[in-house]
């Protein structure tokens, strides 16, 4: 058996019931087989960047896993498939969005997966949640590095 590895996961939407598509996204992720959801973040509400469309509800989850980092990221895809999560173009207003953070200490850079997660450290949405669940992993510098950034906790 693999050893359980701490992953981070970052959740947002902006269309449709915004609230309840994330809040049961976090329900999804712990009925992932090989996923424990250890801890789960406040939502926010926070403006679209580089997008258009209604504000997004956002949050930040800890997960324990013995999943691989990729088996993971297609979980992840699935839930959003089944949120029905589409692509039309980058950034698009979206149903769901699932981002892995973090997995573990690892570095991962395929063209699949980059974790951790090529922006975080650019998002208030993501690194204030992060801070909330995981204050560790988020120092005072990254957190006042996107303090401009406005940001509701809900």
Known sequence: MRAAVTAFVALGANLGDPQAGVT???????AIDGVRLIRRSALYRTAPIDSSG????????ELETILTASDLLAELQRIEQDAGRTRPYRNAPRSLDLDLLLFGDARIDSATLTV???RML????VLVPLAEIAPHRVSSSQLAAVGGQPITRI
Request: hydrophobic share 45%; glycine share 4%.
């Open 122 to 125: 650019e998002r208030a949405f």
């Open 24 to 30: 049961g996204a976090m329900e999804c992720l712990a």
């Open 116 to 118: 951790p997660h090529p």
């Open 54 to 61: 209604p504000d997004y509800i956002n949050a930040v989850v």
